[in-house]
């Protein structure tokens, strides 16, 4: 009776852990583009997925001084990125920052990014905490990870 009762109590202590939390969100296909020049922003690109209603506050990385999270609005044919300073992940839904939309603009590059190569990026949500990710260094024109293996 007593093993019962220590096993319920682990089992609902586990249930309230931060680090369930975490895992309840799964970034995935983290990479930037290439740049030319540090003096230039870089635009990173992921795809988060979450088993519950979250939010994404921020983002850092030691190559940049200064990471947005940036939203892609239409008018006609003309795009225009507009700073968004929280992103909501929805239960259940992939979101997909890809060229040509949503993605993360990294300012205040410390260095150039040099293709093959990767970084850290950490993502803070409001209830996953921190996740930090491992980002691949595409080619200049490169239009996602999935190039890689091809």
């Known amino acids: 009776m007593m093993k019962i009762l220590i ?5 609902l202590w586990a249930g309230a852990s931060p680090t369930l939390a975490e895992e309840s969100v799964r970034v995935s296909d983290a990479w930037a ?3 030319v020049l ?3 922003p870089v635009a990173s690109y992921l795809t988060i997925e979450s088993a ?6 921020g983002v850092t990385t030691p190559v940049a001084g200064h990471v947005m999270i940036h939203a892609v609005e239409k008018d006609g044919d003309v795009s225009r990125m507009k700073h968004i300073e929280t992103l909501e ?6 979101i ?3 060229p040509g939309g949503m993605h993360l603009m990294l300012m205040g590059l410390q260095d150039k990014l ?11 949500f409001e209830n996953a ?15 996602g990870p999935r190039e890689v293996s091809e």
Do not use: N, Q, W
Request: glycine letters at 8%; a negative charge; charged letters at 20%.
């Open 89 to 94: 992940v929805p239960t259940g839904e992939r």
């Open 38 to 40: 540090a003096s230039r």
């Open 96 to 98: 997909t920052l890809a």
């Open 33 to 35: 583009r290439a740049s």
């Open 52 to 57: 519950v209603e979250d939010r994404l506050l």
């Open 114 to 124: 040099s293709e093959g190569t990767t970084f850290p990026m950490t993502l803070s």
């Open 129 to 143: 905490g921190e996740i930090t990710v491992e980002v691949s260094v595409l080619g200049i024109a490169a239009e």
């Open 7 to 11: 096993a319920i109590v682990v089992a």
